[in-house]
């Protein structure tokens, strides 16, 4: 089993719509977090998150959120966030 942190943010077009970022696997929570509060300050939404699991067999546990910031189309209101 393996567990993957990636930090996706999110920006606004020139229309207005909500557009994500190219998302950026990092080696570790804090690396995840770091990063994710960095892209806070410059972007319209951001969110860290790890996923547990096998990729040979691709089986994966939910993600969990570590941190999430500004609009996040991905999430759900009741997503609990971890911190």
Do not use: W
Not at 10 to 26: C, D, Q, S, Y
Not at 38 to 66: H, M, N, Q, Y
């Amino acid at each position: 089993m393996l567990t993957y942190f990636v930090v996706q943010s999110f920006n606004f077009t020139p229309k207005g719509a909500i557009a994500a970022r190219a998302a950026v696997e990092v080696q570790d929570i804090e690396h995840a977090l770091r990063l994710a509060e960095k892209l806070a300050e410059c972007s319209a939404g951001v969110v860290a998150f790890s996923r547990t699991g096998d990729p040979s067999t691709g089986e994966f546990e939910d993600a969990i959120i570590l941190y999430a910031n500004g609009i996040v189309p991905a999430l759900e209101a009741e997503m609990p966030v971890a911190c």
